[in-house]
């Protein structure tokens, strides 16, 4: 997988977090629920892309297995 994308991946997580926290800030009346779960929806996607990228760079020990 490609990493350089990495930043552009945590950028987007970041704005859909906060656009998660303004919707939430609403009144209970006022939120759009349809919205809110496009949005988790993306988030969790977009946390578990960078969570895997991640996992597969990490540097590790020849002998042991453990992270450098």
């Known amino acids: 997988m490609i990493t350089s994308f990495i ?3 945590q950028e987007r997580l ?5 656009t998660l ?3 939430l800030e609403r ?3 006022e939120r759009r629920k349809d919205v809110m779960k ?5 988030a ?4 578990k892309t960078i969570k895997e990228v991640k996992k597969e760079n ?3 020990c020849p ?3 453990g992270e450098l």
């Open 7 to 9: 930043p552009v991946f």
């Open 14 to 18: 970041d704005k859909l977090k906060n």
């Open 21 to 23: 926290k303004n919707e």
């Open 27 to 29: 009144a209970k009346s």
């Open 38 to 42: 496009t949005l988790v929806k993306d």
């Open 44 to 47: 969790k996607k977009l946390q």
């Open 58 to 60: 990490i540097v590790k």
């Open 63 to 65: 002998h042991c297995g």
